[in-house]
């Protein structure tokens, strides 16, 4: 387990380096735009300020998903759908939060990192629900095209650590592993239509 714990953690690092490398890259492009034209101009602005956006966001977002969190910390759930609104900016995913209380930053971490693995099975895009009923969260991924990889899946059950797992997907592990730590148990529902992760 150490070995697997210390394997998590450079995938998270790579995770988030790479997520954050293209809009900080946009963000060095605008400004080397400015330095050779000597004046910013609207484009370049424009630019500069919707790089920024999206670095704040994917932080934002990241800092819940990946980073502590404990049971008497709060997430209200105008936040919670702000973060997710502002991380799916831009792209063709939209997650509906629909929860309407407070909620541990404990659970909201793992309904974030089902998120993730949901957003992994839909390529072309979609919709993402969570909601939240007599404690047992339901986080659902509905697109114009499923790809659900059965190995990755199995992870969430096994808590085994695949060993061609990648950056890309180590919320797989996180989430196999934080959940029964706290206490809960990981359901995967996966159809033609759509992919659910129930954290009972």
Partial sequence: MPDDTARIATLVGSRLCHDLVSPVGAISNGLE????AGTPGPEEMSLI???CASAAARISFFRVAFGSASDDQKIGPREAAKVLRNYCNGT???VDWLPQTDSQRT??????LAMLCCESALPQ????????????WRISGTGARLAVEPALWEQLSSRRLGADLTPA???FACLA???PER???LTVHAGDAAVTIEIA
């Fill in 125 to 136: 895009g979609g919709r993402v629900q969570i909601t939240q009923e007599s404690g047992i």
């Fill in 107 to 112: 659970e909201v971490q793992l309904a974030y």
């Fill in 49 to 51: 300020e919707q790089s």
């Fill in 33 to 36: 735009l400015i330095a050779l």
């Fill in 183 to 185: 206490g809960r148990k």
């Fill in 92 to 94: 063709r995913l939209s």
């Fill in 177 to 179: 592993r934080l959940a």
């Fill in 169 to 171: 997907r180590v919320q």
